[in-house]
């Protein structure tokens, strides 16, 4: 039997990130109220562009992942998914997965060039947004894209739709990922008809991307577009896995502080039997669901430490089933309140649902577990598992 391997301690969450969460927290509170998220989201562009370049060049939220040498701070994960945790909590809108979960991730992953050390300071400011035009309702698959590339060097065209693109219709710059005779490319191109499409989640916009022979500029191929392309996928699950266990965590909050005052027999619901067993189990759920976050990111950090896909794709499962039977469980536990457009809890509740097919279903996320877990299992030691 193998020797077991030796894996450092797991990461503990520093006073720097503490304060980041604090400072993030703070900002919400005055700046991303249930007020606020209302407007916006019935707003032309869904989101508030002053607000989006604050949270750039204030808090410097948007430019962790940025390198330093290219005007960011050089971050690490976990610094995102605490970053990613809060804003999902304040249902922030702006084009944070377009832009920090996916563009950015794809851009430093990149080699290093003209266009991508121009964009990547102007992202990290909040200046400039940006989208990933790819097929995003799968864990990645290199040959799913359905945008083909022709020509080469300034002669690059591209051509193809996407439907249901996040924050593409906020963009400044769409990063596509295409394929070419030579392997899958990453280019950026700012001539696109994009389209608003509808989404169940008011609070993050969609598009559909047309692209009709427009010219790009090539930041990666072949072995480099398919790394850059596959460190935005993994990045942008474990960023939404972190925003779904601040949606967890707040609704949570909401729930048991509803329960404390919410009187039913003249005293409150939470002192009875059947509301403290579910709120016991929303809280076991989130703790659970934060760690699976935390790990994958973690893990993506260093990924000597642990198989990073196998670590986003636990973080996946756990936390879009969380943040959905959480969202759920809010709802029941309000009664009839729950239910009104007045109350916050229906946007809760859309944007988990919307999260839990964005990038790949609970079940899709299984089947990876279980292809690297089981499938690829080899050696003594390995459990034996019933096929009849």
Same mark, same amino acid.
């Given at each position: 039997m193998a020797e077991p391997r030796e894996f450092p301690a797991e990461f503990t969450v520093s006073s720097e990130q503490h304060e980041l969460r604090a400072g993030l927290r703070r900002f919400c509170e005055r700046q991303s109220d249930e007020a606020t998220v209302r407007r916006l989201m019935e707003s032309d562009e869904g989101y508030d562009r002053a607000l989006w370049t604050r949270l750039g060049s204030e808090l410097g939220a948007l430019a962790l992942a940025v390198p330093e040498e290219l005007g960011g701070a050089g971050a690490g994960m976990v610094d995102q998914a605490v970053a990613a945790e809060e804003l999902g909590a304040a249902l922030f809108c702006g084009p944070l997965l377009g832009t920090v979960g996916l563009a950015i991730p794809a851009l430093v992953a990149a080699p290093p060039g003209a266009a991508r050390d121009e964009l990547?300071?102007?992202?990290?400011?909040?200046?400039?947004?940006?989208?990933?035009?790819?097929?995003?309702? +799968?864990? /990645?698959?290199?040959? #799913? &894209?359905?945008? @083909? %590339?022709?020509?080469? =060097?300034?002669?690059?065209? *591209?051509?193809?739709?996407?439907?249901?693109?996040?924050?593409?219709?906020?963009?400044?710059?769409?990063?596509?990922?295409?394929?070419?005779?030579?392997?899958?490319?990453?280019?950026?191109?700012?001539?696109?008809?994009?389209?608003?499409?509808?989404?169940?989640?008011?609070?993050?916009?969609?598009?559909?991307?047309?692209?009709?022979?427009?010219?790009?500029?090539?930041?990666?191929?072949?072995?480099?577009?398919?790394?850059?392309?596959? +460190?935005? /996928?993994?990045?942008? #699950? &474990?960023?939404? @896995? %972190?925003?779904?266990? =601040?949606?967890?965590?707040? *609704?949570?909050?909401?729930?048991?502080?509803?329960?404390?005052?919410?009187?039913?027999?003249?005293?409150?619901?939470?002192?009875?039997?059947?509301?403290?067993?579910?709120?016991?189990?929303?809280?076991?759920?989130?703790?659970?669901a934060r760690t699976t976050a935390l790990h994958a990111a973690w893990t993506l950090s260093d990924p000597s430490l642990d198989d990073p896909e196998l670590a986003v794709a636990m973080a996946q499962a756990t936390c879009s089933e969380t943040g959905y039977r959480v969202a759920a469980d809010t709802i029941q536990m309000h009664g009839g309140i729950g239910f009104t457009w007045e109350h916050p809890a229906h946007l809760y509740y859309k944007r988990a649902v919307a999260d839990a097919a964005l990038l790949g279903s609970a079940e899709a996320y299984r089947d990876v577990v279980a292809a690297r877990v089981l499938d690829a299992a080899t050696g003594a030691g390995v459990p034996v598992v019933a096929t009849g």
């Open positions: 990547l300071p102007a992202l990290a400011d909040g200046t400039r947004t940006a989208a990933l035009v790819a097929p995003l309702f +799968a864990p /990645y698959d290199g040959s #799913a &894209t359905t945008v @083909a %590339a022709s020509g080469a =060097g300034a002669r690059t065209t *591209l051509s193809g739709t996407v439907d249901q693109v996040p924050d593409a219709a906020a963009a400044d710059a769409l990063l596509v990922v295409a394929s070419s005779p030579d392997g899958p490319i990453l280019a950026l191109t700012e001539s696109a008809e994009v389209t608003p499409r509808g989404s169940l989640d008011l609070t993050r916009r969609h598009a559909r991307v047309t692209l009709d022979g427009v010219t790009a500029r090539v930041l990666a191929t072949g072995d480099d577009a398919d790394r850059a392309i596959r +460190a935005a /996928y993994l990045t942008g #699950a &474990t960023l939404l @896995a %972190a925003e779904q266990v =601040g949606i967890a965590q707040h *609704l949570l909050d909401l729930t048991v502080a509803y329960a404390k005052e919410r009187l039913q027999f003249g005293r409150p619901i939470g002192s009875f039997q059947a509301v403290k067993h579910r709120c016991a189990d929303m809280l076991v759920a989130t703790e659970h």
